[in-house]
């Protein structure tokens, strides 16, 4: 348990749904996180926000959209997506924006398959 | 750029057995992270570090700042330590995290 819940676990989607990833962090962070992890590649930062304002958007295509109503949370929104972008989403957060003194702590992850 | 790279990227071994895991880097870093990520997918931080050398329980963990290149040392490792672990840096006034490919470690009873 790192105090970084994501929601769903695992998600199959057609190529014309739309759908939504979840993540809530009870550590009373400023920073959040969504990141990619395709197979046999690095982590991909996506989006970070900060005190809930976007401050990077790391030339990720317009059919994920990302929304933090507070702090506390981060949504992924999803909508004609393809095959390719099936992958593990994880969240992540941090105390703030410096990963010089602070530790990052991840969620579990959304596993997302797109059919 | 930051380019990180780590090694092996696969290591099979014996339970019982002495594992190093090593990361290198092209650029001057403010701290280097080590984790471990779960088959099903979770991530946990194991160590945060800028210069030295950490120890937690059978883990080690090492940095030279000089030779920008770091080593996830595991002693007498157990199968349950069959996980990928990850080398991230932090660099660019340390708001940035590049992450390594991984390295992906089973230890057979």
């Known amino acids: 348990e790192t105090g970084v819940t994501q929601t769903p676990r695992h998600l199959v989607m057609g190529m014309t749904n739309k759908k939504s990833l979840k993540c809530e962090q009870h550590l009373g962070h400023n920073a959040m996180y969504w990141y990619k992890q395709s197979a046999k590649k690095p982590l991909e930062l996506m989006f970070v926000y900060s005190l809930e304002e976007r401050v990077e958007n790391n030339s990720v295509p317009s059919r994920f959209s990302p929304e933090c109503p507070n702090s506390s949370h981060l949504f992924l929104h999803l909508h004609t997506l393809q095959p390719e972008d099936s992958a593990l989403y994880l969240c992540?957060?941090?105390?703030?924006?410096?990963?010089?003194?602070?530790?990052?702590?991840f969620g579990e992850g959304s596993w997302l398959t797109v059919v | 750029k930051n380019e990180v790279e780590q090694s092996p990227q696969n290591l099979t071994a014996q339970e019982g057995e002495f594992i190093t895991i090593n990361c290198s880097y092209s650029v001057g870093i403010s701290a280097l992270h080590w984790l471990q990520q779960h088959p099903g997918g979770g991530i946990v931080s194991l160590f945060m570090?800028?210069?030295g050398k950490k120890k937690h329980g059978r883990l080690i963990a090492t940095i030279n700042i000089q030779e920008k290149h770091s080593s996830l040392h595991i002693t007498a490792s157990h199968p349950r330590d069959s996980a990928v672990y990850i080398c991230a840096v932090a660099w660019g006034g340390a708001q940035k995290l590049v992450f390594g490919q991984g390295t992906r470690l089973t230890i057979n009873p």
């Open positions: 570090l800028s210069s």
């Open positions: 992540a957060s941090s105390q703030d924006l410096s990963f010089s003194g602070n530790t990052i702590y």
